[in-house]
């Protein structure tokens, strides 16, 4: 198990430093439009060959992956708080806020969660500037993805709000911001972590499809969904496996990101 | 079992209220989200050059008369007489467009569904019966690469090899369905008294139908109620992009071209069947998990 981890970590970390290198891998850049190169094949120049606009598939396929690998955890971060801030307060105060937080999280879950993202996300202007749209994209992954979180959050306070240390510390005098400070969220964190690795996989295939239906990041900004979607081009891979790279690169990633959420949920 | 008939009553009546009250309240929000959306007063009928200035006038006062709770309250009151408005885009009655499509997408999501439950359970009974490592390692790094993949690309991949979109939504269900199936499974297996059983020679298959599925069945309704909302989730891309004339795809192409009448009755009627598949299945768990006891 230890080794099956080590090399999922290995995998990620390789990935995630080609990402971040990607000026000295592919020096061209991701936007930079070889005119007298359209649609080549692989070379020593182009690993990966050209688009149809003669850009360098590997320079886009390398910021694709550094934008998914560095805002796919922030979305995490911001979704996992929102949970801990909503899932706390519910299962503490407990009778009626618990209640109606619980019927908040039922509404946003009764709903397909891609369904939501879609539709919110075509609610919000579709002509901003790329850079823009990559961080609302994500933001908006943070902010609709807290529901399944909070759930869990809330049980785990609950439990933990009714155990005998807790009566102990209230029992000393111990004031609620106190109890929530020291003897709560320590012991929440592994919860919160493991929501934390859970989600992170979950937002890079959200973001892959929903820049799939073109709601996602904008062009000319790479994305792993936009890669994948000039797929819907080509009728035979065969000939092209090399076409295949960013589903490769993007099922690498998610799959070494499940592994070490499966050993980090097996060590809780 | 005078009160329990009762409890499973009270249940009954608490979860028709949260669904009218989910329906209420996300019916609301989606026409907020709409009607405060950018654009979401133009009209395209403006830029007809054809129009004279006092049309165009009239047209802009008719977008501003539309005050949001006017339109939900009106909405209702429609869709209590069964009349859900007309289609912004599609200048078509909502019902009409609802009954061409709905059909495509209970044939996908049924047929993928059709398709994935037995290929789970059959995977899932082989795997808790032989209790081999390495057949569930395998297993699980299968469900594991099938997880890492978009639904969208195994649209793309599907669409490409010429199989139905039911297939897709199968591929895409099957991965979400067995790992959770595998891991109920497993640990009803691990009971004491299943191990006690197993111990006195009481055959393997037998212990799995008799004992280990009858404990993991309540679990596995309400895992087979929530893979309807999975089914759904999963068919918005898939539909998009084998170009499968379904709800979903009339739920992106509502959402893209902003027709607020339309996502409200498509979010309500998604929500609805949502709650109730969860609920019939809840149900189902709280009227099986007495005799389990």
């Not at chain 1, 823009?132 to 785990?156: D, Q, Y």
């Not at chain 1, 109890?179 to 919860?191: F, K, M, T």
């Not at chain 2, 909405?75 to 467009?97: C, E, M, T, W």
Request: proline share 5%; with cysteine.
């Amino acid at each position: 198990m230890k080794l099956v981890s080590t090399i999922a970590i290995g995998v990620l970390a390789i990935i995630f430093v080609c990402s971040l290198g990607g000026s000295v891998f592919a020096p061209a850049g991701h936007a930079k439009q070889f005119r007298e190169n359209p649609n080549s094949p692989p070379s020593s120049r182009f690993l990966l060959g050209t688009d149809e606009l003669g850009r360098d598939r590997f320079a886009r396929l390398l910021f694709a992956t550094r934008v998914s690998l560095l805002l796919a955890p922030a979305a995490a971060a911001l979704s996992t708080l929102l949970a801990a801030l909503v899932g706390t307060v519910a299962g503490f105060l407990g009778g009626l806020w618990e209640k109606l937080s619980m019927v908040a999280i039922d509404v946003f879950l009764s709903l397909p969660w891609l369904f939501l993202l879609i539709t919110v996300r075509a609610m919000l202007p579709l002509n901003l500037s790329p850079s823009l749209s990559v961080v609302i994209t994500f933001a908006l992954l943070g902010l609709l993805g807290w529901a399944a979180t909070a759930r869990v959050v809330c049980a785990g306070v609950r439990s933990i709000r009714s155990s005998t240390f807790m009566l102990n510390a209230r029992a000393f005098g111990c004031s609620p911001q106190r109890l929530v400070a020291i003897q709560l969220i320590p012991n929440i964190r592994p919860v919160l972590q493991a929501q934390f690795l859970v989600s992170i996989p979950t937002f890079i295939l959200a973001e892959a499809n929903l820049s799939m239906l073109g709601l996602g990041v904008p062009e000319p900004l790479p994305s792993l969904g936009g890669l994948i979607v000039e797929l819907e081009n080509f009728s035979t891979l065969s000939s092209q496996l090399w076409r295949l790279a960013p589903v490769a690169v993007l099922a690498l990633c998610v799959g070494a990101l499940q592994i070490v959420k499966g050993i980090n949920e097996a060590q809780i | 079992m005078f009160s329990y008939k009762r409890t499973l009553l009270n249940s009954a009546v608490w979860r028709l209220i949260i669904v009218a009250a989910s329906l209420l309240v996300s019916g609301l929000v989606c026409a907020t989200l709409v009607r405060f959306a950018p654009g979401s007063s133009v009209d395209e009928r403006e830029l007809d050059p054809r129009l004279s200035s006092g049309s165009i006038a009239a047209i802009r006062r008719s977008h501003e008369k539309q005050n949001l709770l006017h339109f939900y309250a009106t909405y209702l009151k429609g869709a209590l007489r069964g009349h859900f408005g007309n289609s912004d885009v599609f200048q078509q009655p909502i019902s009409k467009l609802i009954q061409d499509r709905w059909s495509t997408t209970a044939e996908n999501i049924g047929l993928g569904l059709a398709i994935a439950w037995p290929v789970v359970l059959a995977i899932a009974f082989l795997n808790v019966t032989l209790q081999r490592k390495v057949l569930d390692m395998a297993f699980s790094a299968l469900a594991g690469t099938l997880l890492s993949i978009p639904a969208a690309v195994v649209a793309l991949l599907v669409a490409m090899s010429h199989k139905p979109t039911s297939f897709a939504i199968a591929i895409t269900v099957l991965p979400i369905l067995y790992r959770y199936t595998r891991n109920v499974l497993d640990s009803s297996w691990k009971r004491p008294w299943i191990m006690a059983a197993y111990s006195r020679g009481i055959g393997r298959v037998r212990i799995l139908f008799f004992h280990v599925v009858t404990v993991a069945a309540p679990q596995l309704i309400a895992l087979a109620g929530v893979s309807f909302t999975v089914a759904f989730s999963a068919a918005v891309p898939i539909e998009v992009l084998s170009d499968s004339p379904g709800l979903a795809q009339l739920a992106w192409q509502a959402a893209i071209g902003r027709d607020l009448p339309l996502v409200v009755t498509i979010t309500a009627l998604v929500t609805t069947i949502t709650l109730m598949a969860n609920a019939a299945a809840t149900l189902m768990s709280e009227m099986l998990g007495p005799t389990q006891a």
